[in-house]
């Protein structure tokens, strides 16, 4: 006889659910510690950019403007046009489009942030500039980026003599929130304060500048492409300092090991439920451990019935008041 023991709180955890728990919880582990990045918080936020005006930092020496020709003179626009027919897009930066690449540079010096940004176009979609740069090029297009890298060079020697030599120029990797995870590429020469520097940073600014080409680079897995620009760049918010901590080598090996266990375990108990006989209990008046009762069945007459000529069960129902 199976005895049941009677549980005040409903049956106990079984073992998918106790594995569909710990999963749970990991996941929801992961998110929070995710969450901890600022970026993760603005991705999901709903708000509308500020206007450039009142959430740029004031640019101090880096709106230092250089006298010069610009694109507003039609015959420097003539000559660069010249320039243009040597560019190639979808290609690395060539030696020949250097002339080009400092001319661009050099027209953003003759004007402040303001006066760029003011005759620039605002909504320029990544994949015009992808699919139609001819169009575009040496045009001014107003970024607000999410930069991600950048790094410092020392500027090349085929600088143009008529304009003033650059010791440096700043290089920066960011995408905006039209672009997603496809990134641009801008190049400066006046950074502005607080700009970190670094292959690995978080700051948030906005870009004026002329538009060259569609440039590629390469990544572990393919070669892929970014709209190349030259312009200036004032920064808006730097996050650098309250992004989430690196996350330790150690987790998701550990991670991928509790998620292997967890299916695993999932298995077996459904296995083992599959194999595992079904006993049914019996109630105690027909236990054969007990004494027969009055009008009970006697398991030990089927030897004596068997050797009498007549049936020993009648299948017949009985009549009624006998």
């Keep these: 006889m199976r005895h049941h ?14 594995a569909s728990m710990l999963m749970a919880l990991l996941v929801v582990g992961m ?25 740029v930092a004031p640019a101090g020496d880096t709106d230092a403007v250089v006298p010069g020709p610009n694109d507003l003179d039609e015959e420097e626009v003539a000559a660069i046009e010249k320039e243009f027919e040597k560019i ?20 953003s010096h003759t004007q402040t942030f303001a006066e760029l940004e003011k005759r620039a176009a605002n909504d320029v979609p990544f994949t015009k500039l992808w699919e ?57 020469t006046d950074p502005p304060e607080g700009l970190p520097i670094g292959t690995d940073i978080r700051a948030e600014v906005v870009f004026v500048g002329y538009f060259m080409k569609v440039m590629t680079y390469k990544t572990a897995d393919a070669t892929r492409g970014a709209p190349f620009l ?23 090996p550990a991670i991928i090991g509790v998620a292997m266990i967890g299916c695993g375990f999932m298995i077996w108990s459904n296995l083992k ?10 109630p105690r008046d027909l236990s054969v451990d007990s004494a027969p009762t009055e009008g009970a069945f ?25």
Excluded at 31 to 55: C, N, Q, W
Aim: net charge positive; hydrophobic share 35%.
């Design 5 to 18: 023991r009677t549980r005040p709180f409903g049956q106990s955890v079984t073992g998918m659910r106790a």
């Design 31 to 55: 998110l929070i510690y995710r969450l901890k990045d600022p970026g993760m918080v603005t991705a999901f936020a709903d708000e509308r950019e500020p206007e450039a005006s009142t959430v």
């Design 88 to 107: 190639i897009d979808r290609a690395p930066l060539k030696s020949r489009e250097m002339t080009a690449y400092w001319r661009l540079l050099g027209w």
């Design 132 to 188: 139609q740069p001819e169009k575009f090029r040496g045009k001014l297009i107003r970024l607000r980026m999410h930069v991600r890298r950048v790094v410092d060079w020392d500027a090349t020697e085929d600088q143009p003599d008529d304009q003033p030599k650059v010791k440096k120029v700043y290089e920066a990797w960011g995408w905006t929130e039209e672009s997603r995870s496809f990134p641009y590429v801008v190049v400066f």
């Design 230 to 252: 030259l312009g200036r760049v004032h920064l808006i918010a730097n996050n650098a300092g309250s992004s989430a901590p690196p996350i330790p080598e150690w987790l998701i």
């Design 273 to 282: 439920a599959r194999h595992k006989p079904k006993i049914s209990s019996l």
């Design 298 to 322: 006697d398991f030990g007459s089927l030897g004596t019935a068997q050797a009498s000529s007549g049936p020993a069960i009648s299948l017949k129902p009985t009549q009624r008041g006998a």
